[in-house]
């Protein structure tokens, strides 16, 4: 699962990572991405999101779909720089860190890195 309230950016992840062989279910509403997310847990194996979006933010994103399913990892995608506040939530959060701008192919491999270490 990709979410990001930039649908360039978003579609930009989604591409990239199809092209690498992962399937992909693209949001970009994070509440619209939980409510699915919470239907359909089992079927993921990693989320992607950004961190900052309106209506509900990526580490609360993160937090919701870990009380689903724990062992759900998150890769974390900001072009902010991590604060005092997220930098204490960020460890309970997230498995992986991608600051933005990145290459297409940093996702990707952050991608693959993740799932074999699950």
């Not at 900052?52 to 990892?73: F, N, T, V, Y």
């Amino acid at each position: 699962m990709a979410v990001d309230d930039e649908p360039d950016i978003l579609r930009i992840v989604e591409l990239s990572l199809l092209r690498w062989g992962y399937a992909v279910d693209a949001f970009t509403n994070p509440v619209a991405a939980l409510e699915h997310f919470k239907e359909n847990a089992s079927k993921y194996s990693l989320i992607i999101t950004d961190i900052r979006m309106p209506s509900m933010s990526g580490s609360e994103l993160a937090r919701r779909a870990k009380q689903i399913r724990q062992d759900i990892k998150v890769l974390v995608m900001t072009a902010y720089e991590i604060d005092k506040e997220l930098q204490k939530v960020l460890p309970s959060i997230k498995d992986g860190f991608l600051q933005k701008p990145f290459h297409t192919n940093d996702i990707c491999i952050a991608v693959r890195k993740h799932l074999a270490a699950a």
